[in-house]
């Protein structure tokens, strides 16, 4: 955690007004490898977009960033645990370090987010630290939004088929019959194959072009709600053309009904008011689950890699390793024993050098030799 101020450019006027607040009305800039630890609001009616070092949000009051302008910084990092409230948007173009506490934005008001710029990207969002709003994309095309609500991370895994020019997104802890921000999107409105829909959970997700999610569940889902056989869950949104839940099943959900993931296929984000989760009328797709593999990656020479004795029978196989909320971590073809706890997708900003975090993984193979399909856990330490 750095809590301190480096080096800054002041072209015009910046001060700290009363004690209570950074006031920028002129050019303030942090220049390369400058640092600056802010433990005041933030009030920027002058240009913040000229950065290459870091800005943090520290202390242990609530702070606000506000004022005409978003600023623009190139590292981020967050280390309060009463929150930094965004009445103006953030813009970033490097990493966001999350290390406690959220950047909170309004719902009702979509225009202030923390976007992330071209090859910006977060790192160590939790629970404790994450967007509890809206967050952004600007010129990319791939993205995990680290949102959630005051309580937990429930990130969306966004995959377009193009570079998105703007996209949105947040999630809500409330019921589609009632939202707080909308109005009503009855659960019992619902297009065919779709039986369930959820009534605790919703993300909204704003884009013009074609993409396929990941949405993840936990026990707070409430899923047995929904269904006994997590299968047959399906991602559904609510369209605006017909206003009723329609299906946008794609590829198996992985996991159980305490925790997993699912995927959508192809839909433009634009053309649905929200997503959640639902079950499906049609037959789940048959996907045998096998024991589940501890892997304690620590070099002792026990259980220090992934070994699934079921692929010796199947030479010709598949394997893929995602995290709890579906962001792939780890593949490979014909594979026998390769995965010792780190990710080789490219995928992950951070893990490579160190190795993934302790936790709860899902795999998926593929034994093309006997035409069988497998899912299973494995728990990972070190």
Request: hydrophobic share 40%; charged share 15%.
């Amino acid at each position: 955690m750095r809590k301190y101020i480096g080096y800054i450019a002041i072209g015009c006027s910046a001060w700290i007004n009363a004690q209570t607040a950074l006031y920028n009305i002129g050019n303030l800039e942090v220049h390369t490898g400058g640092q600056v630890g802010l433990h005041t609001n933030l009030i920027n009616d002058g240009i913040l977009d000229d950065n290459l070092g870091l800005v943090g949000f520290y202390g242990d009051t609530q702070l606000t960033v506000s004022g005409a302008f978003a600023p623009t910084f190139f590292d981020l990092e967050i280390a309060n645990p009463n929150n930094v409230v965004l009445q103006t948007g953030i813009n970033t173009f490097n990493t966001t370090n999350f290390i406690t506490g959220n950047f909170e934005t309004p719902r009702t008001f979509t225009d202030s987010y923390l976007n992330y710029l071209f090859d910006a990207a977060p790192t160590n969002s939790s629970n404790v630290s994450k967007v509890d709003g809206y967050a952004a994309i600007t010129n990319k095309q791939n993205f995990i939004f680290p949102v959630g609500d005051a309580v937990q991370l429930s990130p969306l895994v966004l995959t377009s088929a193009e570079l998105n020019q703007l996209a949105k997104c947040a999630y809500f802890f409330e019921s589609a019959n009632s939202p707080s921000t909308f109005p009503s999107f009855n659960t019992a409105s619902k297009g065919e194959d779709v039986d369930l829909v959820s009534a605790t959970e919703f993300w909204r997700l704003e884009g013009n072009i074609p993409s396929t999610v990941q949405l993840s569940w936990n026990e707070r889902s409430a899923i047995p709600l929904l269904t006994d056989d997590p299968l047959a869950l399906i991602v559904v949104g609510w369209s605006k053309a017909t206003n009723q839940w329609e299906s946008l099943a794609g590829a198996p959900s992985v996991g159980d009904i305490t925790q997993g993931f699912v995927s959508s296929s192809s839909f433009v984000p634009d053309e649905y008011e929200i997503l959640t989760l639902a079950s499906t009328l049609g037959a789940p797709q048959e996907l045998i689950s096998i024991d589940n593999y501890l892997v304690t990656a620590n070099g002792d020479g026990n259980n220090d890699s992934l070994v699934i004795p079921e692929l010796e029978q199947s030479p010709n196989n598949s394997l893929q390793i995602f995290d709890r909320f579906g962001l792939k971590v780890f593949e490979m073809e014909n594979y026998t024993d390769e995965f010792r706890g780190f990710a080789n997708t490219g995928t992950i900003v951070m893990g490579k050098e160190k190795g993934l975090p302790t936790g709860v993984y899902f795999f998926v193979v593929e034994m093309r030799d006997l035409k069988l399909d497998f899912q299973g856990f494995l728990y990972l330490t070190r």
